[in-house]
Nanobody
């Protein structure tokens, strides 16, 4: 059973930083696509960043490019999202997700099979 558990959310002021973590279990995801998505109240879930875990190649949405960094630990069991220069519009529930690596290359939530429960990020102005 694949399990993804996010942590690291919280409340910060604009300009601050947070690092989210996603602990994966139930499979060896060395050849998976791992991603971060977010959903604000009343809005659709949108992709933030994703990476090919086998190569480490990452890609980002335009709204976070240059501010957020997705990474993984050396044993590829934990995914991270370093978020810098946070803005109030970054406020959302953040979700970790996984998919077969063949589906990597986009940030379409429908391509991802496994999801965590989410962690809340609130940025105040």
């Amino acid at each position: 059973q694949v399990q993804l558990v996010e942590s690291g959310g919280g409340s910060v002021q604009a300009g601050g930083s947070l690092r989210l973590s996603c602990a994966a279990s139930g499979y060896t995801y060395s050849s998976y696509c791992m991603g971060w998505f977010r959903q604000a109240p009343g809005k659709e879930r949108k992709g933030v960043a994703a990476m090919y875990t086998s190569s480490g190649i990452a890609y980002y949405s335009e709204s976070v490019e240059g501010r957020f960094t997705i990474s993984q630990d050396n044993v590829k069991t934990t995914l991270y999202l370093q978020m810098n220069s946070l803005k109030p519009e970054d406020t959302a529930m953040y979700y970790c997700a996984a998919a077969p690596e063949s589906r990597c290359g986009n940030l379409n939530a429908g391509f991802f099979d496994y999801w965590g429960q989410g962690t809340q990020v609130t940025v105040s102005s």
